[in-house]
């Protein structure tokens, strides 16, 4: 799957929940934050997210491995 399809799905998935609401979710090279479009983009892909509960911003973080 490429960095877009799973952002699609995740954000697909959570906007599914009533009770949460996504601001964004991005795959970025870990080392410069800047998103990337193919895995072979960076060496450390992570995985950033918003999501409001409710009125409560919650915000992650996840490196992807190889």
Same mark, same amino acid.
């Given at each position: $799957? +490429?960095?877009?399809? #799973?952002? =699609?799905?995740? +954000?697909?998935? &959570?906007?599914? &929940?009533? $009770? &949460? !609401? #996504?601001?964004?979710?991005?795959? #970025?090279?870990? $080392?410069?934050? =800047?998103?990337?479009?193919?895995?072979?983009?960076?060496?450390?892909?992570?995985?950033?997210?918003?999501?409001?509960?409710?009125? #409560? !911003?919650?915000?992650?973080?996840?490196?992807?491995?190889?």
């Amino acid at each position: $799957h +490429t960095p877009e399809m #799973v952002i =699609q799905w995740v +954000t697909r998935e &959570l906007s599914a &929940l009533p $009770h &949460l !609401r #996504v601001e964004y979710f991005e795959i #970025v090279d870990g $080392h410069t934050l =800047q998103s990337i479009c193919n895995w072979e983009d960076t060496d450390y892909a992570v995985g950033c997210i918003t999501v409001f509960c409710g009125e #409560v !911003r919650l915000i992650d973080n996840i490196k992807y491995e190889d």
